[in-house]
């Protein structure tokens, strides 16, 4: 109760600071809050679990340039039938157009391997224009050997701890490529009224 406590007054006062400032420095600052909510949740859980072997050297970031760089230069050398061919559009051309929303959710998934800063995962999103849902509109992981077991899983916390930071009250999954990997951690199929897609949805 107390920890609950706690997450609300920390949510009060990021969403308090964060209506002083310009939007994309506002929206940028919200994602980071939850960025480091995940981390810490993160970090406790797998103490706890004695899993840190597979998560350490995680990283979670804002994607950037060098995210983009790494997707088109190294991701694209395990793409293949029995893996991932990709996307229709480059990670490049994706950002751009979330951008043009101020309030555009992005996570690029870093790990340190071996001395090396590895991106393991991308998503992107954007909320509703009533702020209602956030929906994420695509994710991609890598496909090399040491891809990041359950990245799925820092990808899907952000997203929901940023969708709560907005006031939304789900998040929603567009074209799942692997329903079942999202329904494991609650999600389950939802429609939305006049869009076109197969969607899945989580309440908060």
Not at 40 to 66: K, P, S, V
Not at 74 to 82: C, I, L, M, N, T
Not at 96 to 106: E, G, I, Q, V
Not at 115 to 128: C, D, E, F, H, N
């Amino acid at each position: 109760m107390r920890d609950e406590i706690v997450h609300r007054g920390a949510i009060h006062a990021v969403r308090k600071l964060a209506l002083s400032i310009g939007p994309y420095a506002r929206y940028y600052l919200l994602k980071r809050h939850a960025r480091e909510l995940v981390a810490e949740d993160i970090n406790e859980r797998i103490q706890a679990a004695g899993a840190r072997a597979n998560w350490r050297g995680m990283q979670l970031a804002t994607i950037d340039d060098d995210a983009i760089e790494f997707a088109r230069l190294e991701w694209v050398r395990y793409y293949g039938e029995g893996t991932h061919s990709g996307f229709p559009h480059s990670w490049e051309t994706l950002l751009k157009k979330h951008r043009a929303r101020p309030s555009f959710f992005d996570l690029a998934v870093w790990q340190i391997v071996d001395g090396r800063r590895v991106l393991q995962a991308l998503a992107l999103g954007k909320p509703s224009n009533a702020k209602t849902h956030l929906s994420l509109n695509w994710v991609e992981r890598s496909f090399a050997p040491t891809y990041l077991r359950g990245a799925l899983v820092p990808i899907l916390a952000c997203a929901e701890e940023y969708a709560k930071l907005l006031g939304s009250y789900r998040v929603v999954i567009k074209d799942p490529v692997d329903p079942g990997k999202y329904q494991r951690y609650g999600y389950a199929p939802f429609r939305i009224k006049g869009a076109k897609g197969n969607y899945l949805s989580k309440e908060l």
